[in-house]
């Protein structure tokens, strides 16, 4: 521990070489990882998310890889219809290019990225706060259940950890050694950042101004990972300038007028954010009470720490002080998967809080009560209820609607779901050969899938425009748990 203050308060040192501090923990780190991916990888094909969603990413990506159309935006986000960059499309490629064309392998592929911010967060308190505050942390985060569902599933939040954990350590490695290359591995990670998920606006910001901080001695290296974060940038800026700034003018709607208003105080929105959404889902589990207590803790940790560890405290504090400005000025709801960005900082703040422990009996025991406590929590509440097999249904219900269309004639799709599209459908059929008609297209034959509680003919019916109301049932059939009809019109 104190070693590595001693090393934070150097200018440069050239012999930390990043290889000497994976040499230092293998045992430690390969735990970690098993873990982490035996949590993230048990029975994924059966938890793995592949809805609407899902469906429509994958088809962007299909459209890259198969009909090489580059796509130059990126999944839509849930408020105001504002597009993200591309880069979360040309990422799922890789998975998805070598599993030919497989969800299962961008779900894998997420997987791998939870296992890898996991050994990142290792690596980055191990530095900062030692070994057993980096083992408590990385544990905790392994068994996270809101981290291991978060990671599991391809959407376009689940590489954040990975990436912001990767720009931090790149930080810290960039202060210690001086080596230019560094830098540029940062900026890399926070051009991707900011296209994944928009809300990690205030944690990009300040790894900014960090950046720009340490980078400033370093010659060439800063305008060379400027060059490199634009070039990441590039394809939706071009797109954005081109096209007269749709995504800034739907931005500029949302804040304006779009977002649902707040009806609770500033305080209570600030506390519900920080304490049971952050805290809360990430590091105990959903326990409030818990969450409360916690980060009371980390509070007075950081607080403590900031005259003793002043990098690793700023880049721990600053981003989630920066995300409580940006709450404030927010106008919608705060979900969830909004602050998977932010939920390493909480453990990294942990790990700070471990370190700073009293070297007391006294002390080390109620750590060790505390780390039990959390743990039990996550054992709780690990993710593994019954399971959706919205894969397995997605592709059940494709194979059966070949089946029922031979012809390569045209036909339409309907789906009957709550919050749900049909995108996981399309992008089975396209895979399957078969191109579901755009629904303004005209059809004689409209394939209905429905997955709600109650589906007879008379909810079909009811759900379709007037030009099907009179067309007969030929085909009905319950694949997967959905029931699924086909209606024929007259030529």
Known sequence: MTSDRSNLRRSCDRRARFRTLLRSAPLHLTLIIALALTLRLYRIADYTAFQGDQGIDALAVKRLLVDHILPVEGPATSAGGVRLGPLYYYLLAIPMAVGGLDPLAAAVFMALLGAAATALLYLIART???????????????????????SRSAWNPSPLPAFVLLTILALDRARRTCHGVWLLIAAVALASIIQFHYFSLA??????????????????????????????????????????YPNLHAARSLM??????????????????????????????????????????????????????????????????????????????????????????????????IALTPRHPVARALTAAFTLVLLIANAIRLPYATPDHQLQRSEAVATHIIAAAPTRDPFGLWL????????????????????????????????????????????VRASLSPDWSAAPITHRATTAGVELFLLVQAS
Do not use: N
């Open 416 to 459: 009957l779901a709550e919050d749900d599209s049909d995108g996981a459908y399309r992008f089975q059929l396209e895979r399957g050969g078969h191109l579901a008609a755009p629904v303004t297209q005209p059809v004689t034959r409209l394939f209905v899938i429905c997955q709600r509680a109650r589906c007879d003919e008379a909810t």
């Open 256 to 353: 304006s007028s779009g977002a649902t208003p707040q009806t609770d105080s500033l305080p209570r929105r600030l506390y519900a954010v920080q304490v049971p959404t952050l805290i809360g889902t990430f590091l105990t589990a959903g326990f409030e009470p818990l969450a409360i207590a916690i980060a009371v803790i980390l509070l007075i940790a950081l607080i403590t720490g900031a005259s003793r560890l002043r990098l690793p405290t700023a880049l721990i504090a600053a981003p989630l002080v920066a995300l409580l400005i940006q709450t404030a000025l927010y106008r919608g709801p705060v979900f969830e998967h909004y602050l998977i960005a932010y939920a390493p900082l909480a453990f990294l703040a942990l790990a700070a809080a």
């Open 203 to 244: 944690l990009v910001l300040v790894l900014l101004v960090t950046s720009a901080a340490i980078g400033r001695s370093m010659r060439a290296w800063p305008v060379i990972a400027i060059a490199a974060a634009a070039l990441l940038l590039a394809p939706f800026l071009f797109h954005e300038v081109t096209t007269d």
């Open 128 to 150: 900062w706060f030692g070994s057993t505050a980096a083992l408590i942390s990385a544990t905790l985060f392994a068994t996270s259940p809101a981290m291991i569902a978060a």
